[in-house]
């Protein structure tokens, strides 16, 4: 496990203007995603040389069919975590050990009409909500909460409504 990389990856904290965040469930993909009815925060993987800033935009497109956002912060590191033994093999082809991933809170300045789970021909999630930033740890999946925790730590000055 240790030979393999970790995936890059980027990670979006979405606030609507009341200071909540978006949160989505994972659809279920026969034979591609172990992680089907998990809630978390749209994320994605960074293409070869793309800028981590715009990889987070496209990702918010693809995955929620919404770009109506701006970057109102990032975390400077990027954060890594592994992957459970009994999914090394199974997630991402087996290519990767985990992720490394660089969060950003965004700021959503649409409507909720807006969001479009249906935008990609194999939607990543099949429900989504809004909700308080310091609630989303307890959604998250066991192996990814302490990023969960730092990122809602981090990101914790975003979630009061903008002036």
């Known amino acids: ?50 800028d981590p800033r715009t990889a987070v935009l496209r990702e918010l497109a693809e995955e929620i069919g919404t770009d109506r956002a701006e970057i109102i912060g990032e975390i400077p590191d990027w954060l890594t975590y592994d992957l459970p033994v009994h999914l090394i093999g199974v997630a991402w082809k087996g290519k990767y050990r985990g992720q490394t991933q660089k969060w950003f809170a965004l700021r959503f300045w649409g409507d909720d009409a807006d969001i479009r789970l249906d935008a990609d021909d194999h939607p990543e999630f099949d429900i989504w909500r809004w909700m308080p930033l310091a609630e989303t740890p307890l959604l998250a999946v066991d192996f990814k909460r302490p990023i969960y925790d730092r990122v809602a730590a981090e990101f914790a000055r975003f979630a009061t409504t903008p002036a």
């Open 1 to 50: 496990m240790t030979d393999l990389p970790y995936r890059p990856n980027v990670g979006a904290v979405l606030f609507n203007p009341a200071g909540l965040v978006f949160v989505a469930r994972r659809a279920p993909h026969p034979g591609r995603d172990t992680a089907a009815g998990a809630w978390q925060f749209p994320q994605g993987g960074l293409d070869k040389h793309e």
